[in-house]
């Protein structure tokens, strides 16, 4: 080392664990279990339990670099996995339960997960895949709704038999920590391995007051999935600064979201705007029954977030901050803050609180055109989103067939279709798979998506890509009405008129029950062009429009 530099501490989700306990020990971890009654320890308590589960793994065979599953929602033990597992020397492999069974078996076998920690409510998920995972040597239930079966190891049991201290050994800080798999829905899904390195660089980050700013202080939500991109990140950094961590178990639902954002006094809370979506129809059916006002911030991410949430929610007294990222991102890239003389307050303002805003510290963001151009920041010029960073991937784990997605440059080719203004806002318009483009044109889906969802009587609205015989394609609308409200195609035409151009405008619209999701929450405009999307030619079947 020479004279006058630092010591170079390795950068390690060890850390966090220990800093929890020697400095927040009283601090407290909240979980909802599935009778609804809370359970309640401290970050001493938790350093100790993820002791215990560290040597229980151990025990079992688990050596570095071994991929520990895990198949549970949001709640203390999984928290626990997501130390115990990396701080071991392992790697913690989050599996999304709301996949289908062959997906899982596919996404288990091609990671070799060893032992897979699961809540008993999803042992019926699991029996529909284990047979076909032969890497899979134990189970460990987490018997949240009643007895352990036979052939598998009780969670609690065991760590009842274990010790609650333990030597944690050395890792490398460039060791993998953290797998994800993206969802594949434009092929067989990819592995993102996140390091010790990353994954701490990316928790600093979060706890920056121009990013999401989360402190010692907070008391922080996460709605969005343990299986979802590492909960955005936010688990991590609670533990990582000591903020008292809420967790709502299998109920997302607007009422359990808003009952523990009361009961808790909830600071910070993230998720994709469907649940946010849901909450706000939940304030605004019944004004002034629910207490909010210890929300500081709402974290909105995974899909394009209407103007009308954004006021909707402030109006209730719960400030939004919209972000962007990717699996491959690790996840968060971006957030959205009004700089100085930006913030407003006037609808400028919330046009640009709906942009996806500018990268964060650390990461830099591009986008060029079909030939790799770079493009000018204008604010209007639209062409491919591409990241790179310190916690974005550079490839995926043992999956070369994606090696497209990553320049000879070192960028990541996001698939999004954006535009970056003068200021380095991003706005994305759309994924590269969901564009229309109508005679040589592009639409913007999500700039339709979002004024739709702005009218009174629409709930939720996807655009996508019709098929037409003169212009190849047209944008067809899919909406869901609230409860109880009723209107008609010609008036969604007239809501959109004034602010887009005629041949932007939706040739039908299609008005649906539900709209098909994704595991993580975002439409499925692939499944609604299979379904619809000869509808142009082959006439009209898009149902009515009452509510």
Same mark, same amino acid.
């Given at each position: 080392?020479?004279?006058?530099?630092?010591?170079?501490?390795?950068?390690?989700?060890?850390?966090?664990? !220990?800093?929890?306990?020697?400095?927040?020990?009283?601090?407290?971890?909240?979980? =909802?279990?599935?009778?609804?009654?809370?359970?309640?320890?401290?970050?001493?308590?938790?350093?100790?339990?993820?002791?215990?589960?560290?040597?229980?793994?151990?025990?079992?065979?688990?050596?570095?670099?071994?991929?520990?599953?895990?198949?549970?929602?949001?709640?203390?033990?999984?928290?626990?996995?997501?130390?115990?597992?990396?701080?071991?020397?392992?790697?913690?492999?989050?599996?999304?339960? =709301?996949?289908?069974?062959?997906?899982?078996?596919?996404?288990?076998? !091609?990671?070799?997960?060893?032992?897979?920690?699961?809540?008993?409510?999803?042992?019926?998920?699991?029996?529909?895949?284990?047979?076909?995972?032969?890497?899979?040597?134990?189970?460990?239930?987490?018997?949240?709704?009643?007895?352990?079966?036979?052939?598998?190891?009780?969670?609690?049991?065991?760590?009842?038999?274990?010790?609650?201290?333990?030597?944690?050994?050395?890792?490398?800080?460039?060791?993998?920590?953290?797998?994800?798999?993206?969802?594949?829905?434009?092929?067989?899904?990819?592995?993102?391995?996140?390091?010790?390195?990353?994954?701490?660089?990316?928790?600093?980050?979060?706890?920056?007051?121009?990013?999401?700013?989360?402190?010692?202080?907070?008391?922080?939500?996460?709605?969005?999935?343990?299986?979802?991109?590492?909960?955005?990140?936010?688990?991590?950094?609670?533990?990582?600064?000591?903020?008292?961590?809420?967790?709502?178990?299998?109920?997302?639902?607007?009422?359990?979201?808003?009952?523990?954002?009361?009961?808790?006094?909830?600071?910070?809370?993230?998720?994709?705007?469907?649940?946010?979506?849901?909450?706000?129809?939940?304030?605004?059916?019944?004004?002034?029954?629910?207490?909010?006002?210890?929300?500081?911030?709402?974290?909105?991410?995974?899909?394009?977030?209407?103007?009308?949430?954004?006021?909707?929610?402030?109006?209730?007294?719960?400030?939004?901050?919209?972000?962007?990222?990717?699996?491959?991102?690790?996840?968060?890239?971006?957030?959205?803050?009004?700089?100085?003389?930006?913030?407003?307050?006037?609808?400028?303002?919330?046009?640009?609180?709906?942009?996806?805003?500018?990268?964060?510290?650390?990461?830099?963001? =591009?986008?060029?055109?079909?030939?790799?151009?770079?493009?000018?920041?204008?604010?209007?010029?639209?062409?491919?989103?591409?990241?790179?960073?310190?916690?974005?991937?550079?490839?995926?784990?043992?999956?070369?067939?994606?090696?497209?997605?990553?320049?000879?440059?070192?960028?990541?080719?996001?698939?999004?279709?954006?535009?970056?203004?003068?200021?380095?806002?991003? !706005?994305?318009?759309?994924?590269?798979?969901?564009?229309?483009?109508?005679?040589?044109?592009?639409?913007?889906?999500?700039?339709?998506?979002?004024?739709?969802?702005?009218?009174?009587?629409?709930?939720?609205?996807?655009?996508?890509?019709?098929?037409?015989?003169?212009?190849?394609?047209?944008?067809?609308?899919?909406?869901?009405?609230?409860?109880?409200?009723?209107?008609?195609?010609?008036?969604?035409?007239?809501?959109?008129?004034?602010?887009?151009?005629?041949?932007?405008?939706?040739?039908?619209?299609?008005?649906?029950?539900?709209?098909?999701?994704?595991?993580?929450?975002?439409?499925?405009?692939?499944?609604?062009?299979?379904?619809?999307?000869?509808?142009?030619?082959?006439?009209?079947?898009?149902?009515?429009?009452?509510?």
């Amino acid at each position: 080392m020479l004279p006058g530099l630092m010591m170079d501490a390795p950068l390690t989700l060890t850390h966090f664990l !220990h800093r929890a306990e020697r400095l927040f020990p009283t601090r407290e971890v909240v979980s =909802r279990r599935p009778d609804g009654s809370l359970h309640r320890y401290t970050y001493a308590d938790f350093h100790r339990r993820a002791a215990r589960l560290a040597n229980l793994l151990e025990r079992l065979g688990v050596r570095r670099g071994d991929r520990v599953a895990t198949l549970c929602w949001n709640h203390h033990q999984h928290l626990e996995a997501y130390f115990a597992v990396p701080c071991l020397g392992a790697v913690l492999h989050t599996l999304n339960v =709301r996949l289908h069974p062959g997906e899982l078996a596919y996404i288990a076998r !091609h990671a070799e997960d060893r032992v897979l920690i699961v809540d008993r409510s999803l042992l019926p998920l699991l029996d529909g895949f284990r047979a076909e995972v032969p890497s899979l040597e134990q189970v460990i239930v987490v018997a949240d709704d009643g007895p352990t079966p036979e052939g598998t190891l009780d969670y609690e049991t065991c760590l009842a038999g274990e010790p609650d201290t333990r030597r944690w050994p050395d890792v490398d800080e460039r060791a993998g920590a953290l797998l994800c798999y993206t969802s594949g829905t434009t092929g067989a899904p990819k592995g993102v391995l996140y390091s010790h390195r990353s994954t701490v660089l990316h928790t600093l980050m979060v706890g920056l007051e121009d990013t999401m700013g989360l402190g010692h202080r907070d008391v922080v939500l996460p709605v969005v999935p343990m299986f979802h991109a590492n909960a955005w990140g936010t688990a991590h950094a609670a533990v990582g600064f000591g903020a008292k961590l809420v967790f709502a178990g299998r109920d997302a639902s607007p009422a359990a979201v808003l009952d523990l954002i009361e009961r808790e006094r909830v600071t910070f809370a993230a998720a994709v705007p469907t649940v946010w979506l849901g909450v706000l129809a939940e304030l605004d059916a019944h004004p002034g029954a629910r207490d909010v006002r210890s929300v500081r911030r709402v974290a909105i991410g995974g899909a394009a977030c209407p103007p009308s949430l954004i006021e909707g929610l402030g109006r209730h007294g719960m400030p939004v901050q919209t972000t962007w990222g990717m699996t491959e991102t690790n996840p968060v890239a971006t957030v959205c803050r009004p700089k100085v003389g930006l913030d407003t307050g006037d609808a400028a303002e919330l046009a640009l609180r709906a942009k996806q805003g500018y990268v964060v510290p650390f990461v830099e963001q =591009r986008h060029v055109d079909d030939d790799g151009r770079k493009l000018a920041w204008d604010g209007v010029t639209m062409g491919e989103l591409e990241v790179r960073g310190p916690w974005v991937a550079a490839s995926y784990f043992r999956s070369p067939e994606g090696a497209d997605r990553f320049t000879a440059d070192g960028w990541f080719r996001t698939g999004d279709v954006v535009t970056i203004d003068p200021q380095g806002y991003i !706005h994305i318009t759309d994924r590269s798979k969901d564009v229309i483009k109508s005679g040589g044109e592009w639409i913007s889906t999500q700039a339709l998506e979002n004024a739709l969802m702005g009218h009174p009587a629409v709930l939720e609205a996807a655009v996508f890509a019709g098929l037409h015989e003169k212009w190849g394609e047209r944008p067809l609308a899919a909406v869901v009405l609230r409860p109880g409200h009723t209107t008609t195609r010609e008036q969604l035409a007239a809501h959109l008129t004034p602010d887009f151009p005629r041949w932007w405008l939706p040739d039908d619209y299609l008005f649906l029950p539900e709209i098909p999701r994704t595991s993580t929450g975002k439409f499925k405009k692939l499944e609604l062009r299979a379904r619809h999307g000869r509808h142009l030619i082959d006439g009209p079947a898009g149902g009515s429009g009452g509510g």
